[in-house]
């Protein structure tokens, strides 16, 4: 079955400081790979995605992510973390089959702190 | 891409009633999707609804309780039924466009 594991649920960190947010995922077909941002109180918002082409994907508010086949891995990552990337952050995959469903992960809440 | 909007944002219900919540997208779209995202968890997956079609429910959950009207491109409907403090959740209006999914702010339902 597919599926995406985020594993950390929450990561503390300190303003300006670096941040890797994990996630591996599962499939036997092709994927493709997302990363979406949860704002207190607000709705989801797409943060970057992999379809294909280069495995490093750049997304908006600074943030990057590595599709890693190998690994399985597709990590978020922020050299320098603001107050205001306090938020959850939902890894997601999309595998086109019979079931052509989003899978999300169980989430990760980033709290930065001054 | 799209802009969701969900209406209402949020709302208290006693509990035996009922909620319909309603999502309105600025384009036409085939894949529209109902979310619901309990206090401190994930998303999960209630219905996909494709104009034309019956909805189609994920594993736990039924018409009775979740019905979903999608008569339109651009508009569907989720009701909430019987409604019981477990429902207390935040539930998400979804499209699909090519490969990417956009959400709406979703509904904050309490049920008292």
């Known amino acids: 079955a597919q599926s995406v594991t985020q594993l950390d649920s929450q990561v503390p960190v300190f303003e300006e400081a670096p941040v890797e947010l994990r996630c591996n995922y599962s499939?036997?077909?092709?994927?493709?790979l997302f990363w979406y941002v949860q704002y207190p109180n607000q709705g989801l918002q797409l943060l970057l995605k992999y379809l294909s082409g280069s495995t490093l994907v750049k997304g908006i508010n600074g943030f990057e992510a590595e599709f890693n086949k190998s690994q399985t891995s597709f990590h978020l990552r922020k050299p320098s973390v603001h107050i205001s990337d306090t938020a959850e952050y939902f890894c997601a995959g999309l595998s086109w089959g019979s079931f052509n469903k989003f899978y999300f992960g169980s989430g990760t809440k980033l709290n930065v702190k001054p | 891409s799209a802009v969701i909007s969900q209406k209402p944002s949020r709302d208290i219900c006693q509990r035996g009633t009922s909620l319909t919540i309603q999502c309105q997208v600025d384009?036409?779209?085939?894949?529209m999707f109902w979310y619901r995202q309990q206090p401190g968890q994930s998303l999960t997956l209630i219905a996909t609804a494709n104009q034309g079609s019956e909805a189609t429910y994920e594993s736990g959950f039924v018409i009775d309780k979740f019905p979903i009207s999608r008569p339109n491109l651009t508009f569907s409907t989720l009701t909430v039924s019987n409604l019981s403090p477990e429902d207390s959740s935040i539930y998400l209006c979804?499209?699909?466009?090519?490969?990417?999914?956009?959400f709406g702010p979703g509904t904050r339902l309490t049920v008292t």
């Open positions: 499939s036997s077909v092709s994927v493709y």
């Open positions: 979804s499209v699909r466009i090519v490969y990417e999914q956009y």
């Open positions: 384009s036409q779209v085939t894949m």
